[in-house]
């Protein structure tokens, strides 16, 4: 079985869900997930190691020899990718048993764990494949079942905000479609590494100049770089807690993967220097963490306030790929893992307000910090470690990120991490100053910590917070190990 | 409900044929132009058919939505189940050629049995998007 | 002028893009998006299936006495691709129903004015 874990990573998941779906409603739907991510995890971990020690997997479905049939290739980057995702699933899920209960209708909770799972699959399947084709078809699984798991809101502007997801991820991925097809026509093969391999002959062809620029649109689209996000924040908003958790530490995360894969291994080294895209990702990321951290400072509902300090933290990856050096690819793996961290802990502990208000707009929240003095520490560590206190897992990143930049002398990079890092403080502070130390109302004044299901997963991702701060050995060496990998780095 | 005697009498006489032609796409797949998606829609085109004709409630009695639900989930599996089945017969995920004595045998028997799971779920997923969107109409 | 010609294909691809394009742009009702998303899909579908057609090439299955085929590879990636439009196409036309039952509209400016009266 040992060579199979990189396929039954996505199998497992899939055929999960296509039992879920018929599963009658009860316990039953969640164990099953519960169980299947849980799998997923271990295997995950296990592919992990077998790359740091082993080297690069292959595995080729169908018997088809690569580069004709779908290869799974697995290096240090996609294993730890993977890992992030299973594991962000794997700690949701716990959570979401409570959750989803009070936000969902019961005849839909089969059909919705369903979905997750689908959706689960389908970020899986795009971290394991080596097929580019391939990665649209499991992004598009991806986005589908995340549509439909954003309109199970419980309010109405969830659909609208599902509807404008839908419009723009469609635009994104048939972007994405339209420029590899171009990349076909031109090389005659779908295989990432066989692309590499041939792309060095044809760099000069503007059709491959053409099909790039679509592909980096439709991914921009999809990871929501500033200005493509606007679908982000509604998203965000108005989905279930649970899959505000689920998304914000995985879906952009996938997306900002599949970039580094197309523009530092898929893409000849060299290729960056010919065209000016690398000042150009770090013009819109530092753009993106100056405007959406002010945004972020300016709003009324405390989910749709993380939200744009998500198109921020976004911004910091787009800035470690833009200086397109090891240290900045490095920080921006550093920074993939660390947020998946720090966005999951505080959406989950926002979900926990919600599962005793109902709500989440500031002026509703005042003084629910010393009813919920577990959920509140929760969110002050979790917002220490956005801000990047030192100890904390944000740190590490933008430690690693500012020392990329000063590396290139790139000072005005350097001054926007601080920046965005200050303006975070602020966000956070407005947060803190609500549950703390604005009075609570009368109604609210005998109102219980949150249930332990919710805040034991919460206070896990706090945990890990804080020991990713102290013990980078894990994160900083594995990424180290991924951006080397990479060859196509040119500076 | 007016007599629409002629659409009756025709379509009566049609559905039989389409479904006729269906299974023709779907296990002619692996000799010529054809296989489960496209099967699947004629298919799920002879239930809609009868379903405009002689009302969604017919319809329904004939392939309730719960039904569909399970179809459309069994289709997937089946497809899924042939990749597991090739790995336990020692070949990697999809594989056919393991799955029977010979290669060519096992390639045969592994399109089949795909291209029938996609037949399924494509038909039963039509189907379920078809009721669900008229069905909203009903009071 | 020979230039424009032999590369129609191309031209048709990329009018029905900007169309396309252009209606989930410009227009406020939800439907009309939808059948522009559609439209911009079946650009890129149409750009692979033309350049996977090969001059004078037969249907790629194996006859004896035929010796050029057309390259079917673009043309099973577009049958997945066409799959995926259709889920995409249901799932964003239930949207719309659901919107239209509880907003009792699908223009997307008086949607934004219910939203902004609450």
């Known amino acids: ?165 839908l419009i723009m991820g469609t635009l994104g991925a048939t972007f994405f479609l339209i420029g590899v097809g171009f990349i076909y026509s031109q090389t005659g093969t779908l295989n990432m590494a066989d692309l590499a391999r041939i792309l060095p002959e044809v760099t000069e062809l503007k059709t491959i100049h053409t099909g790039f620029a679509f592909i980096l649109i439709g991914l921009a689209l999809k990871l929501a770089l500033f200005p493509l996000h606007l679908w982000l924040p509604n998203a965000y908003t108005y989905a279930p807690s649970v899959i505000t958790v689920f998304l914000s530490a995985t879906a952009t ?36 963490i100056i405007i959406m951290s002010v945004y972020a400072i300016y709003q009324s509902n405390v989910k749709r306030l993380l939200a744009y300090s998500s198109v921020a933290q976004i911004g910091y990856m787009v800035l470690g790929i833009g200086l397109a050096s090891t240290a900045g690819v490095t920080a921006t793996i550093i920074h993939l893992f660390n947020h998946a961290l720090m966005k999951g802990a505080l959406f989950m502990a926002v979900g926990a307000i919600i599962y005793r208000i109902g709500s989440c707009r500031m002026d509703n929240i005042h003084g629910l910090g010393r009813q919920m003095p577990w959920t509140f520490g929760a969110i002050v560590i979790g ?53 703390y130390f604005k009075p609570a109302t009368e109604s609210q004044q005998n109102l219980k910590e949150a249930p332990i299901l919710l805040l034991a997963p919460t206070w896990v991702l706090v945990f890990a917070n804080i020991y990713f701060g102290l013990d980078t050995e894990l994160t900083v060496g594995v990424s180290e190990q991924a951006a080397q990998a990479l060859k196509a780095i040119v500076k | 409900m007016t007599h629409n005697l002629i659409l009756r009498v025709i379509s009566k006489f049609l ?69 597991i089945a090739s790995i336990f017969s020692g070949g990697n995920y999809l594989n056919y050629s393991v799955l029977a004595d010979t290669p060519v045998a096992g390639q045969h028997l592994g399109i089949l049995l795909v291209e029938l799971g996609v037949g399924i779920t494509v038909s039963a997923v039509m189907l379920i998007i078809f009721f669900s969107f008229v069905g909203r109409s009903r009071p | 002028m020979d230039f424009i010609f032999s590369h129609y294909n191309y031209w048709i691809t990329i009018f029905l893009m900007m169309v396309g394009f252009y209606i989930v742009i410009s227009r406020g009702n939800l439907i009309k998006k939808i059948i522009g998303l559609n439209i911009f899909q079946v650009s890129a579908f149409l750009l692979y299936i033309s350049i996977g057609a090969v001059q004078g090439g037969a249907a790629p299955i194996i006859t004896e006495g035929v010796e050029l085929y057309s390259n079917p590879l673009p043309h099973v990636l577009i049958l997945t691709a066409i799959v995926v439009g259709v889920a995409t196409t249901a799932l964003a036309l239930a949207l719309v129903v659901r919107i239209k039952e509880s907003y009792g509209t699908i223009e997307e400016d008086e949607i934004h004015e219910h939203d902004h009266s609450l």
């Open chain 1, 383 to 435: 917002g220490l470690s956005l801000i990047g206190v030192p100890g904390t897992a944000g740190f590490i990143s933008k430690w690693y990120l500012v020392l990329a930049a000063i590396e290139q002398s790139a000072w005005i990079s350097v001054a926007a991490i601080l920046t965005g890092s200050l303006l975070a403080v602020i966000y956070v502070g407005r947060l803190i100053e609500a549950l």
């Open chain 2, 15 to 83: 559905i039989p044929l389409i479904i006729l032609f269906a299974l023709y796409v779907q296990f002619h797949g692996d000799f010529g132009p054809g296989g489960g998606f496209q099967a699947g829609v004629i298919f799920s085109s002879s239930i809609i058919l009868y379903a405009l004709v002689f009302g969604l409630d017919a319809a329904e009695k004939i392939i309730p939505t719960a039904i569909l639900r399970i179809l459309a989930s069994l289709g997937a599996l089946i497809y899924a189940s042939v990749g």
């Open chain 1, 253 to 288: 995360k996938v997306a900002v993967y599949v970039v580094i894969r197309i523009l530092f291994y898929v893409m000849p080294s060299g290729f960056m220097a010919t065209i000016p895209i690398g000042d150009f990702f770090v013009l819109l990321g530092i753009a993106g």
């Open chain 1, 1 to 165: 079985m040992q060579e199979h874990i990189s396929l039954l990573l996505v199998v497992i998941p899939l055929i999960t869900a296509l039992i879920v779906a018929v599963l009658p409603r009860g316990i039953l739907p969640w164990a099953s997930t519960l169980v299947a991510t849980f799998i997923c995890v271990v295997l995950a971990s296990m592919q992990l190691w077998e790359v740091i020690n082993g080297g690069v997997i292959s595995y080729e479905l169908g018997g088809w020899k690569p580069p004709w049939g779908i290869e799974y290739r697995i290096d240090t980057l996609n294993a730890f990718v993977a890992l992030i995702v299973s594991g962000i699933a794997a700690i949701t899920l716990p959570y979401a048993l409570l959750s989803a209960e009070k936000e969902i209708p019961p005849h839909q909770i089969p059909l919705f764990y369903s979905a997750f799972l689908l959706c689960f699959t389908g970020l899986l399947g795009i971290t394991q494949t080596g097929d580019i084709f391939n990665v649209f078809v499991f992004l598009e699984i991806s986005s589908l079942s995340s549509y439909v798991l954003i309109s199970l809101g419980s309010k109405r502007q969830a659909l609208t905000s599902s509807y404008q997801y």
